[in-house]
């Protein structure tokens, strides 16, 4: 059959099992938002290119397949650089497909024209241009497969303009055949064999792609074998947090006792993470130049193991088959680390009692009464800020998936991943934890949330600064305020001109009525919550900060 290259190109998309993809329009690719018009993918107009990379990043965390975007040429994929370089970091499946000018005017700078090799080489896992339209199954295909193989992450695939509306008959290609995962008897023999002989292990579970059975398997096998679970930095949800054997994140602004205690370890089993400097606080508690402590290191990526420190034994597999393999296998005698565990549980349950922070909004309340009155299943979003150290410290996960953030630090990110959180999963609770610096970069998509349904409910940290930035500075530089305050428009008022539900909420004990009335408008809602600027972090003041002015 005869079809223009929009056609074949969504054509794919539905054979790949693609329901939905993010988008904001651009002429450069017409003919692919033609191709669109008449398939069964559902097209969530975005506004801003940043927002689109972002959701598809979400909705490849939230699916463990690629999220797809669509964006313009030059800026339109210079703003989809922040999504792919938060897919990058975190190890996320995404496809950008980008418009590209007329392949008979490539390399004369042309209209918008760039050369996104140049441009997303270094964040991209394969970056390709197609260069003719009879290949366009293939190109899909192979940036399927690349997206999800070894350590996922993001594919970016040129699409020149004339190429798109080139009319061409060309066979389809079946979508990609997942792999078959295999874990060996011998590998669990020698994972095992390794743990019985430490005598204080500790096992740390990350990585971008899990499920709701691999949370299960991870506490069987940690309650059969008493033996204590972290997560890395921004994977909360791997485990039950009230699970008596979660002990913990390792994220930035640790628990000291639980940096400690990796530090104490002996023996680390390591499912998943690539242990970059955040879990392993700036490679302090785990020094790649030395080798005094036992690490097992499994990971899907081959080439990740060993890269940054030395394994004394490394497994090449999915880290859901790997926990599903060792949750079967029982211990043939009790282990002896039973203390050790409770000591680190212990540890956890007094650093997650809330400390008492200045102001009539205390976000410590906010955040513990939302961990106890969410329902198991609710999903929870954040960007990059101080504030997102209260709703790491306080809030339990319970189910995966339960917590979307970006490892990369990227401010902006919470409202986007909501929206995606929520058109995936319309039954359940999603809520979007941003403080007022981070909202601000993609509040636009607020709009986005109204047109598609996506009822989100935004709570909104406003403390009037830039606070991480603000308490580096206080720190460094005391009283010499440069760039940090911050202007806030009326936040209910904004949330009522796109028809959403807005209020404000200025004492704590107001909070609860607010929420619910956030949750029974079935609207897009924004909850501001009126903070004191003195409450820099869960247990650090402005004047604490500050210390003697030099």
Known sequence: ???????????????????????????????????????????????????????????????????VAFVTRGPGASNAAAGIHIACQDSTPVILFVGQVERGHRDREAFQELDYRAVF??????????????????????????AQSGRPGPVVLSLPEDMLSQEVTVP???????????????????????????????????????????????????????????????????MDNRHPNYIGDLGVGMNPSLAARMSEADCLLVIGSRLGDVP???????????????????????????????????????????????ARRLPPSPRGWSGWTRAARADYEAWTIPMQTPGDVKLEEVVVWLSTTLPDTAIVTNGAGNYAAWVHRYFRARSYPGQLAPTSGSMGYGLPAAIAAKLEHPERTVVCFAGDGCFQMTLNEFSTAR??????????????????????????????????????????????????????????????????????????AIIELALDPEALSPALTMSAARGPRR
């Open 451 to 524: 047109q598609h349904g996506a009822a989100v409910i935004v709570i909104l940290c406003n403390n009037g600064h830039y606070g991480t930035i603000r308490m580096h500075q206080e720190k460094t530089y005391p009283g010499r305020v440069s760039g940090t305050a911050m202007f806030n428009p009326d936040y209910a008022a904004f949330a009522a001109a796109y028809g959403g539900h807005g209020e404000r909420v200025t004492r704590s004990d107001a909070f609860p009525a607010a929420f619910r009335r956030a949750e029974a408008s079935g609207l897009p």
């Open 280 to 326: 392993t606080g700036g490679y302090t508690l785990l020094d790649p130049a030395r080798a005094d402590k036992t690490l097992i290191h499994v990971h899907r990526d081959p080439d990740t193991l060993g890269e940054v420190h030395r394994p004394d034994l490394s497994i090449t597999a999915t880290p859901t088959e790997m926990v599903a393999r060792l």
């Open 172 to 238: 389809d290609l079946p979508g990609r055949a997942p792999p078959v995962e295999m874990v060996s008897d011998a590998a669990i023999d020698a994972i095992l064999a390794r743990l019985v002989r430490a005598a204080r292990p500790l096992v740390i579970v990350g990585g971008s792609i899990w499920s709701r059975n691999a949370a299960h398997d991870v506490a069987r096998f940690a309650e059969a074998w008493n033996l204590p679970v972290a997560v890395s930095f921004r994977r909360q949800d791997r």
């Open 121 to 146: 080489g270094s964040m991209a896992k394969w970056v390709g241009e197609i260069d003719t339209a009879e290949r366009l199954p293939e190109y899909v295909s192979r940036a399927f497969h690349i």
């Open 1 to 67: 059959m005869l079809r223009h290259g929009g056609r074949v190109l969504t054509d794919q998309l539905e054979l790949q099992g693609v329901r939905r993809v993010f988008s904001v329009p651009g002429e450069s690719f017409l003919a692919a938002l033609d191709g669109l018009h008449d398939s069964g993918i559902e097209n969530v107009v975005c506004r801003h290119e940043g927002g689109a990379a972002m959701m598809a990043d979400a909705h490849g965390k939230l699916t463990g397949t690629p999220g």
